[in-house]
Antibody, heavy 117, light 110 residues
């Protein structure tokens, strides 16, 4: 059974940093693109970043470029999102999502990030 | 990259059909056959319902179908059931290896 379990969310002040983690199991993690998708409270979905197999290609939504870094550790079956210079508008539930056939076919339950003073 | 445009709401009675549109541009929906649809119930993670415009993942009922014409994709839910009441989002691959979601549609079963 495919499982994606996010962790690392919490309350952080504006300008602060946070590192999200996603533990994957039930599939060959190293064979898949992986994504982070976020959803602000009561709002829609927003794709944040994606990384290819091996980690040589990384892509970001414009609003987080230069502030967020996606990475992966295939030996640990883990995906990460380093978030720096956090802003109030980054407040959201962050989902770890497996990529396949140009879509997100499995989603974690999310970890909540709140940016507030 | 702007969000794809969906109607805020749609509704139908049990057994009827409802169709949701998803309008983008030639830089996303119109330029790629990687349009997908997601169902999200309150407090739950989204679930993939359609990928590559028309394909259904294993376990998704054939009441759900997808199509695309030009810059607009559509999701049709036939034979509406109470459990189909949820938010639905389209998504599409986009230029520069981006990905963009739709604004979301709340489907109500009357």
């Amino acid at each position: 059974e495919v499982q994606l379990v996010e962790s690392g969310g919490g309350l952080v002040q504006p300008g602060g940093s946070l590192r999200l983690s996603c533990a994957a199991s039930g599939f060959t993690f190293s064979s898949y693109w992986m994504n982070w998708v976020r959803q602000a409270p009561g709002k829609g979905l927003e794709w944040v970043a994606k990384i290819n197999q091996g980690g040589s290609e990384k892509y970001y939504v414009d609003s987080v470029k230069g502030r967020f870094t996606i990475s992966r550790d295939d030996a640990k079956n883990s995906l990460y999102l380093q978030m720096n210079s956090l802003r109030a508008e980054d407040t959201a539930l962050y989902y770890c999502v497996r990529g396949r056939n140009g879509a997100g076919d499995y989603w974690g339950q999310g970890t909540l990030v709140t940016v507030s003073s | 990259q702007s969000a794809l445009t969906q109607p805020p709401s749609a509704s139908g009675s049990p057994g009827q059909s409802v169709t949701i549109s998803c309008t983008g541009t030639s830089s996303d929906v119109g330029g790629y056959n990687y349009v997908s649809w997601y169902q999200q119930h309150p407090g739950k993670a989204p679930k993939l319902m359609i990928y590559e415009v028309t394909k259904r993942p294993s376990g998704v009922p054939d009441r759900f179908s997808g199509s695309k014409s030009g810059n607009t994709a559509s999701l049709t839910v036939s034979g509406l059931q109470a459990e189909d009441e949820a938010d639905y989002y389209c998504g599409s691959s986009a230029v520069n290896n981006n990905y963009v979601f739709g604004t979301g549609t709340k489907v109500t079963v009357l």
